[in-house]
T-cell receptor
């Protein structure tokens, strides 16, 4: 059974600090990894994708991938109250498998 | 462009009833997906389609059926509704099969279904 594991949270981070979200996956052949943001009662939206080991930066977001450790993370710099949401990690081989999500709460 | 639209937004069914959840996209995307999301959980893939006339099972297909007669539409059919099918259902579409920085997966607003 392919799985993506995330801490459900909530993760509370002061405004302006760095939020660090982590995810592990069980399927070693997964090639693609994604972070989605989902506001309460809304549909998910893709915010980052990463395919190779290392870091990928996009604005305030940095995705990190370590295939040897089967570990993916998302860093959010200068956290804003608008970043408060659930963040879903997903891996893909032939199909996309989602984790349960981590609830992030940015404290004003 | 309206993107991905889903109807209805909300529905309450009695056990044993049937219904069809509608999904339409106007972006000429090849790939379409149906997910369900239970409270506090991630998304689970029910069925997906790589193009008109082609569908395949996802992670949790039991109790559901789909069809894809056109590029735009991908309805999800529930036969003999059960309380375990109470969930929020999301339809999504993408041009390619793998979301990327150049091809994202677009989600509809969801259908909240309760089976009593």
């Amino acid at each position: 059974q392919k799985e993506v594991e995330q801490n459900s949270g909530p993760l509370s981070v002061p405004e302006g600090a760095i939020a660090s979200l982590n995810c592990t996956y069980s399927d070693r052949v997964s090639q693609s990894f994604f972070w989605y943001r989902q506001y309460s009662g809304k549909s998910p939206e893709l915010i980052m994708s990463i395919y190779s080991n290392g870091d990928k930066e996009d604005g305030r977001f940095t995705a990190q991938l370590n295939k040897a450790s089967q570990y993916v993370s998302l860093l959010i710099r200068d956290s804003q109250p608008s970043d408060s949401a659930t963040y879903l990690c997903a891996s893909q081989d032939d199909k996309i498998i989602f984790g349960k999500g981590t609830r992030l709460h940015i404290l004003p | 462009n309206a993107g991905v639209t889903q109807t209805p937004k909300f529905r309450i069914l009695k056990i044993g009833q049937s219904m069809t959840l509608q999904c339409t996209q106007d972006m000429n995307h090849n790939y379409m997906y149906w997910y369900r999301q239970d409270p506090g959980m991630g998304l689970k893939l029910i069925y997906y389609s790589v193009g008109a006339g082609i569908t395949d099972k996802g992670e949790v297909p039991n109790g559901y059926n789909v069809s894809r007669s056109t590029t735009e539409d991908f309805p999800l059919r529930l036969e003999l509704a059960a309380p375990s099918q109470t969930s929020v259902y999301f339809c999504a579409s993408s041009y390619l099969g793998s979301p990327s920085s150049t091809d994202t997966q677009y989600f509809g607003p969801g259908t909240r279904l309760t089976v009593l």
